[in-house]
């Protein structure tokens, strides 16, 4: 499956960031919220969207 082509390469990366966060280092939503500057719901969306990219990019954080 291709990436959608009407998000933007930030808004994608975002997505990625977010679910990251919260998946490997724990980060809070409300955390996220306040460092991005963005509403708690903005950030769930972007956890659910940053985890379809990443699985479909094989992208993630390795550890020793």
């Not at 997505?15 to 719901?41: D, F, H, K, Q, W």
Request: with cysteine; charged share 20%; net charge positive.
């Amino acid at each position: 499956a291709a990436l959608p082509s009407n998000r933007s390469k930030a808004f994608q990366a975002r997505s990625i960031v977010c679910y990251l966060a919260v998946s490997e280092l724990a980060a809070t939503n409300a955390m996220l919220s306040r460092e991005l500057g963005i509403g708690p719901t903005a950030v769930s969306k972007a956890v659910a969207r940053g985890k379809r990219l990443a699985n479909l990019l094989r992208i993630g954080i390795e550890s020793e």
